[in-house]
């Protein structure tokens, strides 16, 4: 079984900052591919970033240069570091783990940003 925990969500004004963690664990190797993901009310399901097993990060448009993904595969956690938040960013953003059976989701953490 693997599980996928995530943290770090919250309400924060445009402009600000938040930190969201996701941990992963359970039979899997030490490395691997993760990311984030995130749904808006009314809309699709976007992968906002994601860091593969060698370290090759990927962003959605509209959050580069704002958001940075990291990991510390001795814990085997990726963070999500979002600066300069926007009321567009808000959503539920969701952490994913790739591994050798297929993919595993978190349950969600909700981010708002509002005045």
């Known amino acids: 079984q693997v599980q996928v925990v995530e943290s770090g969500g919250g309400l924060v004004q445009p402009g600000g900052s938040l930190r969201l963690s996701c941990a992963a664990s359970?039979?899997?190797?030490?490395?691997?591919?993760m990311g984030w993901y995130r749904q808006a009310p009314g809309k699709q399901r976007e992968l906002v970033a994601g860091?593969?097993?060698?370290?090759?990060?990927t962003y959605l448009d509209s959050v580069k240069g704002r958001f940075t993904i990291s990991r510390d595969s001795a814990k085997n956690t990726v963070y999500l570091q979002m600066n300069s938040l926007k009321p567009e960013d808000t959503g539920v953003y969701y952490c994913?783990?790739?591994?050798?059976?297929?993919?595993?989701w978190g349950q969600g953490t909700q981010v708002t940003v509002s005045p």
């Open positions: 994913y783990v790739d591994h050798g059976r297929g993919r595993n």
């Open positions: 359970g039979s899997i190797l030490s490395i691997n591919p």
């Open positions: 860091i593969s097993s060698g370290d090759f990060t």
